[in-house]
Each structure stands twice: as C-alpha cells, then as structure tokens.
C-alpha cells in the first residue's frame, strides 16, 4: 500500500489537515499496510470488514488513536474511487441488518438523496425487527395484515409528517422485494393511507423584527460567524432550503449579473436576485475567510477535512445557536423558520401569495396557501358578521 501513501498525504493536505496529523495519519496507514502483509490480503481485496479486523487487533494492544478509523475510511475511500479497490454495498452484521443495508444500497442506485435514505432505512429496520423479533427475516412470509397492523399501532404515535414518510418508506421497501422476486404479494398497495390534511397548521414563523435582531446579533468578529453570518442572510433574505445552501457551489453565483441560482428539489434550478447585503456577505467571506480548497463548494467546514457540509441540518443547528445567541426563544428553532418568516413578513407588507410563491419556487399554489392563514387583514374582509351583533 506505500505506493498510495504520497497520493493520500496531498488528498488530506488539500482538506486542511495539519502536517502533525498527517503524519499521524501516516503511520496507522503504514501500520494497516504490513498487517496486510503479514495476513497475505491483497489490497484489491480490501473492504470496510477488513478494516474492522485490523482495527479489532490493535484495539487488543490499546494502541487505537482517536482518529484511526477515519484515516483507515478516508484511505479505503480513496482507494475505491481510483479503482484500486472495487465498490462494495455496506457489510451487514446479520441477517436484518444485511436486507436494510441492501436497500439502502438500491436507494442509492436509484438516485435517492442521502436524506430519503436516512429517513427511510429507520423505519424498514424498525418493521423488520418488531415483525421477526430476533428471528432471522423472511420476508416471503409478510402479508398484508402485518403491515396493516404495523401502520395503525405506530402512526398514531407520530407527528402527521412522520407518519407519511413511515408508510411512504414501507411502499417504497414492498416495491422493491417485489422487483428483485423475495415477494409474490403487492405489499404495497396493502399500506394503508394515513390522513395528513393540508393547510391544517399554522406556519411556523418569527416577526420580522425578531429576525432582524437575529441577524444583527451575529458574531461578524471571526470568520466562522462571517460565514454563518452570510448563511444566515441567505436563508432571512432569499428563503432558500437548508440543502440549497449546503449544495450551493461558487459556480451559482453570477457576480455581473447580481444573481445567485438556487438548485432546489426535483434537479430544478431557478435564478434569484442577489441582495446587496446578501452580495456583500458572501463577498467578504469568500474574499477573506474561505479556507483554500479544491471544493466548489460556497461553504466550508472550518475545520479539516475542508470540505462542504454533509448534512443539511448542520445549518439548523447554526440557526439554533443564533437564536440562542440573540436571546430568542421558539418553539421552532431550525432552519425552515426563516424560511417561514419570509414569507409571512412579505405577505403583511403587501405581497401576493403567487409573488411569496415564485420566489420560494413552490410547485403548487397549495403550498404557498398555507401563508393566507397569517394574512389577518385579509381574512377580516371574509368574516361574516355574527348574528345578532357583538356583545
């Protein structure tokens, strides 16, 4: 394995790491090369199980450093995206496990994002385990009644968008042990529909001079706060998703121009104006705090691997620390509220609900109406009088 150690130290150099951790890096790599060796496993043969064996050994002789299995996934990583070392779907422990892991493979396969996946695969190893207890699964013996009587005793124990994805995922997970032939039956038309009506909730929001105090108590001395300070911006100014942020690239940005293309759901695209002080924001930070990287990503991580965000829901947690900071409190503190509260200050300034619509690219009208229940001045033009007058 030496002959890749030089392309590994250069891959996590361009990450930020520092020369110290590198070569610490280093050594467990040099280490994982001779007990290969020592085992006679060729490197073309290597997987994450292999890992874990050599991980197990050294754990025996405590001499595991914190950041060993990292170094070991990020080199196996490599490795198979030169093709040294072959794809593989994840290892299973057993025989639950091994059904779930290749769904979630499958889903992969299919394009799914990583958040289908993580909402998705819960809920199958959850069905699968109460079903089969510690039984091993067999998937041909499923019928309708078990799935039936799975949705009524779970669905009433969640939220009205849980429970929709909850029987989405079990359609999803029927359909394919249909198309790969474990299963005769059509499961999944067996699902049962759980009631979720539309425009039945307010939408979460916060006034607008709350979100301005929000942003004014930004930490701007750091570069962190900078960058959280232009990821704020964007998500009070333009409404965007927390995973159109993570997934923005410098490419987006159209600096002649004055706009920025916001990649939302579905693969759409859409181009949006960009604010003077949203423009402002992420020209400092991309001029002054954004750690050099090979990534075209607009927003780093700040610490090594210099890489983009894995999951939109660091961007929630950012949030949650600037309310926290600015001394508010919600009962709804991710980043979706500010997204809500866009829409809700733009409608009480005057703002159509096909304008808040277009610019938050709902797809259907639908879902911009749940923003009329806000809009008090224009529903008291509906109320009827009460009969008999006031009292």
Not at 12 to 19: C, F, I, K, R
Not at 34 to 62: A, C, E, M, Y
Not at 268 to 284: I, R, Y
Not at 360 to 388: C, E, F, M
Request: proline fraction near 5%; include cysteine; hydrophobic fraction near 40%.
């Amino acid at each position: 394995m030496s002959e890749y150690l030089d392309a590994y130290a250069a891959a996590v150099a361009e990450q930020g790491y520092s020369h110290h951790s590198i070569s610490r890096q280093i050594v467990v790599i040099a280490d994982f090369s001779r007990w290969l060796k020592h085992q006679h496993i060729p490197v073309q043969t290597l997987n994450s199980k292999v890992v874990d064996r050599f991980l197990g050994f050294r754990r025996r002789q405590h001499r595991v450093g914190r950041g060993d299995p990292k170094a070991l996934a990020r080199m196996l990583a490599m490795l198979c995206q030169t093709g040294v070392v072959k794809q593989q779907p994840p290892v299973a422990d057993n025989a639950r496990s091994r059904i779930t892991s290749e769904f979630r493979f499958y889903l992969e396969e299919c394009g799914r994002s990583q958040a289908t996946l993580k909402n998705y695969v819960p809920f199958i190893d959850h069905f699968l385990s109460e079903r089969f207890k510690s039984r091993a699964p067999n998937v041909a013996m499923l019928r309708a009644s078990d799935v039936t009587g799975y949705v009524t005793r779970h669905a009433r124990q969640l939220s009205p968008v849980r429970a929709s994805l909850m029987v989405t995922a079990l359609r999803s997970f029927f359909r394919y042990l249909r198309h790969r032939g474990a299963i005769t039956t059509d499961l999944a038309s067996s699902v049962p529909t759980v009631p979720n009506w539309s425009l039945s909730t307010l939408p979460r929001f916060l006034p607008a001079s709350t979100v301005e105090r929000i942003l004014k108590r930004c930490n701007q001395k750091t570069s962190v706060g900078r960058r959280n300070y232009a990821i704020l911006l964007l998500l009070a100014r333009l409404g965007v998703r927390a995973g159109e942020v993570v997934g923005l690239s410098l490419d987006d940005i159209d600096w002649d121009s004055g706009q920025i293309t916001i990649r939302g759901k579905g693969g759409k695209s859409a181009p949006l104006p960009l604010p003077a002080d949203v423009g402002a924001a992420l020209a400092a930070y991309l001029r002054n705090d954004r750690p050099p990287s090979a990534s075209r990503r607009v927003f780093l991580r700040h610490r090594a691997p210099l890489a983009g965000f894995s999951n939109p829901s660091t961007l929630s947690s950012i949030v949650r620390r600037a309310l926290k900071h600015a001394g508010v409190e919600s009962a709804h503190m991710g980043a979706h509220v500010l997204r809500h509260s866009l829409a809700t200050s733009l409608l009480r300034q005057g703002g159509s609900l096909d304008e808040i619509g277009e610019l938050l690219r709902h797809q259907s009208p639908n879902t911009t109406a749940i923003y009329a229940k806000v809009d008090v001045t224009a529903l008291h033009t509906l109320a009827l009088a009460w009969p008999g007058g006031g009292r």
